[in-house]
């Protein structure tokens, strides 16, 4: 059994440095995770397993990011009734578009729910994993509005010369 409420995978260390956007973002709001590397193509018996066990472990939402052809999301959507949030890695090659429409062309019946390429899909995805979890958690949704008034109380009313 795992502790952790959210099961952040990628399919390489390379993806780590998006993903940790998302383990920053689960920090932050106190919700914990645990983060593998769990490849779709280099280890595809780890993906089963960990697919078919995740819910078994105690995992109540999986984030799942991979570049390219990036299979990940959805094989494991299909392995488990957990819900699945996808990340595309941007790529070297494609800029991330591949990995985007590997993610989000999912046949009717097995869902991911997919996010922007990149940093920004990495930080939502770990948003809406805790958005899930406050539907039975009161501290997660006291933390989750926390976050959104501190985003608020940043933006300017008036633009500003400083940063130019
Ligand atoms: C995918 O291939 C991974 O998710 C990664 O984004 C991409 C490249 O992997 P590496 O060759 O950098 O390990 O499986």
């Known amino acids: 059994m795992s502790n952790a409420?959210?099961?952040?995978?990628?399919?390489?260390?390379?993806?780590?440095?998006t993903m940790k956007h998302a383990a920053d973002t689960l920090d932050q709001l106190g919700v914990g995770y645990e983060a593998r590397i769990?490849?779709?193509?280099?280890?595809?018996?780890?993906?089963?397993?960990?697919?078919?066990?995740?819910?078994?472990e105690g995992f109540k939402v999986i984030i799942a990011g991979a570049g390219g052809a990036a299979h990940l999301p959805g094989m494991t959507a299909s392995l488990t009734p957990l819900p699945v949030f996808?990340?595309?890695?941007e790529s070297?090659?494609?800029?991330g578009e591949d990995s985007l429409l590997s993610i989000v062309q999912m046949p009717g019946g097995i869902p991911v729910?997919?996010?922007a390429i990149g940093k920004?899909?990495?930080?939502?995805?770990?948003?809406?994993?805790?958005?899930?979890?406050?539907?039975?958690?009161?501290?997660?949704?006291?933390?989750?509005?926390?976050?959104?008034?501190?985003?608020t109380a940043a933006v300017a009313e008036f633009p500003s010369n400083d940063a130019l």
């Open 120 to 151: 920004a899909g990495a930080t939502n995805a770990a948003l809406l994993a805790a958005a899930v979890l406050a539907l039975s958690d009161q501290a997660v949704e006291a933390a989750l509005d926390t976050y959104r008034a501190e985003r």
């Open 5 to 17: 409420d959210v099961a952040i995978i990628m399919g390489s260390q390379s993806d780590w440095p």
């Open 38 to 56: 769990v490849s779709a193509h280099r280890t595809p018996e780890r993906m089963y397993d960990f697919a078919k066990g995740a819910k078994a």
């Open 86 to 89: 996808g990340v595309p890695v």
């Open 113 to 115: 729910g997919t996010l």
């Open 92 to 95: 070297r090659a494609l800029s």
